[in-house]
């Protein structure tokens, strides 16, 4: 009973995350509209042969504005150009994947997860069905980013954000971040219990100076001993992505760690942040196929599509998430590029998402973390 | 008719058997047509709460290899999950009482209150039930910020220089739980007081009972089973609450919930079944008490 209840209500808070999106959407048009003057979406005219066919792919994303994104940037040009039809379907959750599997009722072809949570559920079974790694455009997207059953697509970066009606000039990184004489006021960051992507650990050490590349494997008593020290000016560890946001905006807060997606859309609806991305994290979206779907073949197609470089471009174009096709770059105009994660520039002072270190620690850091945040 | 008793006198064992099956018949007929329109009911539940309920309780106990007491064990292991049980459980408590504290007086009001403020009174203790929870939290966020609506009155008032931190506190938690849950208790409490018949309440008076006497004496112990309804309500409610805490709770405001949706995020399936267990048998078992010491017929009787 209460697992059940307790999904929907977690589904409460992921729609509070989607409503922030969706109050942010004018700013995602107007970005769109100023973009235009300058450049034009990208436009794909045709795909290699081998992505083409007949039939149906059944793609589920997180529903919100990113769903807006990628039908217009994925969708579209994808039926126009293989012509196989997607049904496309809101709300996935890796939860559904597993039951959905095990019941041998799989709706899904394809469906948005995690690397991370890729290889946590192929710990616990066979979930998955292989993608086709010869359609893949891998001589742009880097070896760290696709395996035998997942590609990366969409990135993310979780990055100092503050108002600079505040602090005209923020802290530049976590060391600062972490100064409270120097930036006084309440902050917010991450909660270290929310799923998996979003550790508050790693900016917690690099604040207490470990350097950029050694990050991993993270020193989790230093970790631990380096939030000690912030912790009174933490106002709030959040649950949801939109929470940072709407903290920013109320000016309950000064100082934020938050999605640098959601911050840029704030900055596009004229509200004064600043982000600054040393040593924010970088983490991915990928796409998989359920074992057992119907239209796997179609899938392995879809994936390849999406994933190359003017797919990934007008995704970037429409949305500030970052692009997993290096190539991708030439493709989006420059204003927008400042503005993404993955940009040449940006990329460098992220540290990515070590999914395989937090598979074998988060237990042990969630456990640590729930003493922790009782003390 | 007189003949009749005679004749059926004589052959009386074989038709006292006979009326007694007729009747046994009919009552057959009576409970089969009771169970029929009550089977949709019970089909419903049987597929869509006894089956997950029960496969979720199988899951505490099966591990990769089968059966296992591996995840009880971890229960037992880890004093941090009890620690969030008891301050779950104090939490439930604590809201209970203070709704209880606020809904009594409101809820003896409206009994007394003529049906047409009555009414008014109702609509306006409905009225945020139609609202979604998740919305009514967000407005308190909205009230209770550092720039919120009472910062900034006590700021233009003179009373406080800097804003005072009300939200991402355990009050904060407390104000929005019992503004949601506040209704659960309103409603027995008014059913009951309102079903106290006013006769009694003139008779003690008329014995000389004084406000206070009349109160104690007569609609305290009257309301009793309204009371325990309500606290009923509210503190299972109150048991599995997750939203307003997280979002508005302070650093250690974590709730059992918080606990279950976290191993979720893990895929733990098994461990959340553990969690979600321990809250329904704690529920199961307060209801027990609840069932003892008032019975839960009387509870919900009218």
Redesign the interface.
């Known amino acids: 009973m209460m697992g059940k209840t307790s999904i929907s209500r977690r589904g409460a808070l992921a729609l509070m995350g989607s409503a922030g999106m969706t109050l942010a959407m004018p700013a995602v048009l107007r970005g769109r509209a100023e973009a235009a003057e300058t450049a034009q979406m990208p436009e794909m005219t045709e795909v290699p042969e081998a992505l083409k066919g007949s039939g149906v792919v059944r793609v589920v994303g997180f529903g919100g504005t990113g769903q807006t994104a990628i039908r217009e940037a994925y969708f579209k040009p994808f039926e126009k150009l293989t012509g196989i039809k997607v049904i496309d379907s809101e709300g996935s959750d890796p939860n559904k994947v597993k039951a959905m599997v095990e019941t041998g009722n799989v709706e899904w072809d394809v469906f948005l997860t995690s690397m991370a949570t890729i290889s946590r559920l192929r710990d616990q079974g066979d979930y998955f069905e292989k993608v086709d790694l010869d359609l893949l455009d891998t001589a742009n997207i880097p070896t760290q980013n696709y395996q035998e059953y997942g590609v990366d697509t969409h990135a993310f970066a979780h990055v100092i954000a503050y108002r600079s009606d505040v602090f005209p000039e923020g802290p530049k990184n976590f060391i600062e971040f972490w100064d409270t004489t120097k930036f006084p006021g309440p902050r917010t960051m991450p909660t270290g219990t929310g799923g998996f992507a979003i550790p508050p650990l790693v900016a917690a050490v690099i604040a207490d100076g470990v350097p950029l590349d050694q990050v991993y494997p993270i020193d989790i008593p230093r970790a631990f001993k380096s939030l000690d020290r912030i912790r009174g000016s933490v106002s709030k560890f959040w649950e949801a992505e939109a929470m940072p946001i709407q903290m920013l905006v109320d000016k309950e807060v000064p100082l934020a760690i938050a999605g640098s997606g959601r911050v840029v859309q704030l900055q596009r609806d004229g509200v004064p942040v600043k982000i600054s991305w040393h040593g924010g994290n970088l983490v991915n979206n990928s796409w998989a196929i359920p074992k057992g779907a119907a239209n796997a073949e179609n899938a392995r197609k879809f994936i390849a599509f999406a994933t190359l470089p003017i797919s990934q471009a007008r995704q970037s174009f429409l949305i500030p998430n970052g692009f997993v096709n290096r190539a991708a770059a030439q493709y989006i105009p420059a204003n927008i590029l400042a503005e993404l994660p993955t940009s040449p520039g940006n990329i460098e002072q992220l540290v990515p998402f070590d999914y395989l270190w937090w598979k074998k620690n988060k237990p042990q850091t969630e456990r640590r973390w729930n003493e922790w945040i009782l003390q | 008719m007189v003949p009749a008793t005679q004749v059926t006198a004589g052959i009386s064992p074989p038709g006292a058997q006979e009326r007694r099956r007729l009747y046994r018949r009919i009552l057959f007929a009576e409970q089969l047509r009771y169970a029929l329109l009550v089977a949709p009911l019970i089909i419903y539940l049987l597929i869509f709460?006894i089956y997950?309920?029960a496969s979720?309780l199988v899951r505490s106990f099966i591990g990769d290899g089968g059966f296992t007491l591996e995840y009880f064990e971890r229960l037992l292991e880890?004093p941090?999950y009890w620690?969030?049980f008891s301050?779950t459980v104090l939490l439930a408590l604590a809201t209970t009482l203070i709704c209880l504290a606020l809904a009594y007086p409101l809820a003896y009001a409206m009994s007394r209150a003529s049906s047409t403020r009555a009414a008014i009174m109702f609509a306006l203790v409905l009225l945020p039930f139609w609202t979604s929870?998740?919305v009514r939290s967000?407005a308190w966020?909205?009230l209770l910020?550092?720039?919120?609506i009472f910062n900034d009155w006590l700021s233009r008032a003179g009373l406080i220089k800097e804003p005072l931190?009300l939200?991402?506190t355990p009050f904060a938690v407390y104000v929005a739980m019992v503004y949601v849950l506040l209704p659960f208790m309103i409603l027995p409490l008014y059913s009951v007081l309102r079903s106290i018949d006013p006769s009694l309440l003139r008779a003690a008076e008329g014995l000389g009972a004084s406000a206070r006497q009349i109160f104690f004496h007569v609609v305290a112990p009257l309301s009793k089973p309204g009371v325990a309804a309500g606290c009923l309500v509210v503190f299972i409610l109150a048991l599995?609450f997750?939203?307003t805490p997280?979002?508005m709770g302070?650093?250690?405001d974590?709730t059992l919930?918080?606990?279950?949706?976290?191993q979720?995020?893990?895929?733990e399936?098994n461990f959340?079944?553990v969690?979600?267990s321990m809250?329904?048998f704690f529920s199961l078992a307060v209801f027990f008490i609840f069932d003892k010491m008032i019975g839960i017929e009387r509870m919900f009787a009218r």
Do not use: H, K
């Not at chain 2, 919930?257 to 976290?262: D, G, R």
């Open positions: 709460y997950p309920v979720m880890t941090v620690r969030v301050n929870i998740l967000y966020m909205v910020g550092r720039s919120g931190n939200l991402y599995g997750y939203i997280a979002l302070g650093q250690r974590v919930a918080m606990l279950i949706a976290q979720l995020d893990m895929y399936w959340a079944a969690l979600a809250l329904l």
